[in-house]
């Protein structure tokens, strides 16, 4: 089973910047689907960018939540088997749990989580 590790996360003052990172344990052209959700406390968890299979012609398609479209950015190396998630301009309300999910012929993954707070 594919294996999701995450890092990047921190506290970051309102309008800074931060960079996710996700690196899967098998090759991403053999996940269907890799996204970023984030729980923040209190609430459920909501997808924030997703994209699909990318290939070495293609970089897949990508849909974002619109709190965060303008502001995030997620891409992805293929030779690094790593999807990434940049998030300029954050405010308080990015604040939360950010997890990885891939989907694999249906079945879901899981990363641990990395922690965002964005605070002055």
């Known amino acids: 089973q594919v294996q999701l590790v995450e890092s990047g996360g921190g506290l970051v003052q309102p309008g800074g910047s931060l960079r996710l990172s996700c690196a899967a344990s098998?090759?991403?052209?053999?996940?269907?689907?890799m996204g970023w959700y984030r729980q923040a406390p209190g609430k459920g968890r909501e997808l924030v960018a997703g994209?699909?299979?990318?290939?070495?012609?293609?970089?897949?398609?990508?849909n974002y939540a619109e709190s965060v479209e303008g502001r995030f950015t997620i891409s992805s190396d293929y030779r690094k088997n790593t999807v990434y998630l940049q998030m300029d301009s954050l405010k308080p309300d990015d604040t939360g749990v950010y997890y990885c999910?891939?989907?694999?012929?249906?079945?879901?993954?899981w990363g641990q989580g990395t922690q965002v707070t964005v605070s002055s």
């Open positions: 994209i699909t299979r990318t290939d070495r012609t293609s970089s897949g398609r990508i």
């Open positions: 999910n891939a989907v694999k012929k249906g079945d879901q993954i």
């Open positions: 098998e090759s991403i052209f053999s996940i269907d689907f």
